[in-house]
């Protein structure tokens, strides 16, 4: 039997199509504002206070990526050379470069081999008398153990960093992502959850003088009242007043979108937990704690299973495909001797599939079959 229909793409072509209007509006209202801000204006502010009042938290400051987001906060906590971070050793570039752009160590953990977020035991055995900040990371569909890793941090005196930039609206224990930290972040670029056409990011935090921080740092160290007057050495990490007029229409939208998300997950999980004989092991199934920015199987032969899937017309893609203590920029800052065989074994067996919320149940279905159909074929004779 074949079918003429479409590929499905991983990444679609049409992320805004049907917020094609309000975007733009956005760019036209702003374009048009007599004001003539086009950073950090009422709109920056405005949509800050939404999330503030979302997550029920001391303070939210807009900046330029989730990137600049990580690096704000370890700079605004006084992280620097000398100090070491307890990071992932599997997740994206960022959980290592933003620590090793303050000048400090990151320290790679290993991560659970089931849910790919960092294993608080091995965070454990990593804490030295340097150690001053552990930085976990929500990845592509389970957040960390915060709970573990909120009394490790405090039976060590370290500060929390979450790594929240994928996982805007999940909820664990009842307590937003993001809120976890002494501060969190979440991104904004266009393949997250929530994510829109640019650049953008948000620090989340319910300390009041690392706000204060932030807020200075994210703009050339500036204190809001007296331009040029400099008291710390900043970034430019400013935010966008169309991206904020944009995500502020669209917001009512998000639980919709997050909920549509969740459901693809769900069926997927569902109707891939009998695969585990298979070499094909799902997410765990169950609500809590749960992100849907991408939706990642671990396969024994992964690449295998994306050729599969490709003849038959979904496409699928591999984040990531190497630990990060393995990539060349950041191997000479791994420990000597150390070793990471769940973060090595993930970046061989992961493989994301669709899961953007246009997707029509006939889509996820095809996704489906092809996954199940893989599972059914034999394994070609070794
Ligand atoms: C995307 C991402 C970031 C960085 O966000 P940007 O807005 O792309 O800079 C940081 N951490 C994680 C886990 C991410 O997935």
Redesign the pocket.
């Known amino acids: 039997m074949t079918t003429t229909t479409a590929m499905i793409p991983f990444f679609p072509p049409d992320l805004f199509e049907d917020d094609r209007d309000l975007l733009l509006d956005a760019v036209h209202e702003v374009a048009t504002d007599p004001v003539q801000k086009f950073i950090l204006g009422e709109r920056t502010a405005r949509f800050e206070d939404l999330l503030r009042t979302d997550l029920d938290t001391e303070d939210v400051i807009a900046c330029g ?4 987001a ?1 690096s704000l906060i370890l700079r605004a906590m006084g992280i620097t050379a000398g100090d070491e971070v307890i990071v992932p050793a599997f ?2 570039a ?2 290592a470069n933003t620590v090793l752009g303050v000048g400090a160590t990151p320290v790679f953990a290993d991560i659970d081999p089931h849910t790919l977020v960092i294993d608080p035991e091995a965070a454990e055995a990593l804490i030295t008398p340097r150690t001053k900040a552990l930085m976990p ?2 990845m592509f569909s389970v957040m960390a153990d915060m709970p573990r890793l909120r009394a490790l941090a405090d039976r060590h005196g370290l500060r929390l960093i979450e ?1 929240s ?2 996982a805007q609206g999940a909820v664990l224990d009842g307590r937003p992502a993001g809120t976890w930290g002494d501060a969190g ?1 979440f ?3 266009q393949v ?1 959850s929530f994510g829109g056409p640019g ?3 948000v620090v989340v935090t319910g300390d009041p003088e690392l706000a204060r921080t932030v807020r200075m740092l994210r703009n050339h160290g500036q204190d809001g009242a007296h331009r040029f007057r400099h008291h710390l050495i900043g970034l430019n990490s400013r935010f966008d007043e169309v991206l904020a007029a944009f995500q502020l229409r669209r917001h009512p939208g998000l639980a919709r979108r997050l909920a549509r998300r969740a459901e693809i997950a769900a069926h997927y999980t569902d109707r891939f937990t009998p695969l585990a004989a298979e070499g094909v092991t799902p997410p765990p199934p169950g609500t809590n704690g749960r992100c849907y ?1 991408v939706y990642t199987l671990l396969a024994e032969r992964r690449d295998e299973l994306k050729r599969h899937l490709a003849a038959h017309g979904a496409d699928s893609h591999v984040y990531y495909p190497q630990a990060l203590p393995h990539q060349p920029a950041f191997a000479p800052a791994a420990r000597p001797g150390g070793s990471w065989p769940n973060a090595e074994r993930a970046a061989r067996q992961c493989l994301s599939l669709p899961v953007y919320p246009h997707l029509t149940d006939a889509q996820v279905e095809r996704v489906t079959e092809a996954v199940l159909g893989f599972a059914a074929a034999p394994a070609p004779v070794a």
């Open positions: 990526s989730g990137t600049t990580l997740g994206c960022p959980l990371a929500h790594d930039a994928v972040v991104s904004f670029v997250k650049e953008g990011g920015y």
